[in-house]
């Protein structure tokens, strides 16, 4: 998926579970198959997720440990499952970065399973829990999505180039909506399908049924403009159960027009830069641009 991806062989993962961590040595490893852009996702046992970073970064280590202290924040904050973290893994032979462990949650992956008012209700009370958790002064600070809208002008334009020009008079739209005085609040962040855990019943296709059961990738957990979490309300819903998200949260209108410029922005990449390596995530952009248009 990116020109400095890491190849990281379930042989590689193994060896370093084995030296690192050798109570697990008798646990079954095997990949996953994920929608995931971030990380490459093992399953050890029954009850722990590996996550190796697919890429080198700047301050690797201190990512984890921020991501590690964001999942402590959250755990048991919400009615709702998110990973707890467990420990922290060292670079080693085939891989030269640190990595972590978490506990497994059980469920559906949400992919593009018609979803109803249920499940809108309950991301409406993961959304109202996360709100709710104290920011102990922390602010935007400045990295990523979560500001002023115009932060994102550059990077749309390469978008709306490799992807659809037509739709640059909506975002010159959208990125002029104004934050007005609305104070930052605990958001996740990134709300999008391979984030989201459905119940069994979100097995079934066409089931409007399935009910929220977990929450991924907590790590963005963060203090940014509040309607950042609404990103979620295009991602995974159509009209009808949008509407009552809408209806149990109450927004404003404005909070509600900067959720869909924050969704915007964040799909308008997912269509061209996935379209190859990675369909599902190619797929669920070209679904929330659609939705996006629809609803202007």
Request: aromatic share 8%; proline share 9%.
């Amino acid at each position: 998926m990116h020109a400095d991806q890491l190849d990281i062989p379930a042989a590689t993962v193994r060896a370093l579970v084995d030296a690192q961590f050798p109570q697990w040595r008798d646990l079954p490893l095997r990949e996953l198959d994920t929608q995931g852009t971030v990380n490459a996702i093992f399953r050890l046992g029954d009850s722990y997720t590996l996550r190796f970073p697919l890429q080198p970064r700047p301050g690797a280590r201190e990512w984890l440990v921020r991501e590690a202290a964001a999942a402590r924040e959250l755990l048991g904050r919400t009615p709702f499952a998110t990973p707890e973290p467990i420990a922290l893994g060292e670079p080693g032979p085939g891989y030269p970065l640190p990595w972590s462990v978490q506990t497994w949650l059980p469920g559906v992956v949400v992919t593009d399973q018609s979803l109803g008012d249920d499940f809108a209700l309950d991301l409406a009370a993961f959304m109202s829990a996360v709100r709710s958790l104290p920011t102990h002064g922390r602010t935007f600070t400045g990295g990523g999505r979560g500001g002023e809208l115009t932060s994102q002008d550059e990077w749309m334009e390469i978008c709306l180039e490799r992807h659809d020009p037509s739709l640059r008079p909506l975002w010159h739209e959208l990125r002029e909506l104004p934050r007005g005085d609305t104070p930052d609040a605990m958001t996740h962040g990134d709300l999008i399908p391979g984030n989201v855990l459905l119940t069994a019943e979100g097995r079934r296709p066409g089931t409007a049924q399935a009910r929220l059961s977990g929450i991924l990738d907590v790590g963005g957990l963060s203090a940014t403009d509040p309607a950042l979490e609404l990103v979620g309300a295009w991602h995974l819903l159509e009209p009808g159960p949008r509407r009552t998200l809408r209806e149990a949260l109450g927004p404003s209108d404005l909070e509600w027009q900067r959720g869909k410029a924050w969704a915007f922005a964040q799909a308008m990449g997912l269509p061209w830069y996935y379209a190859e390596t990675n369909p599902a995530m190619a797929r669920t952009g070209l679904r929330t641009l659609a939705r996006i248009v629809q609803d202007s």
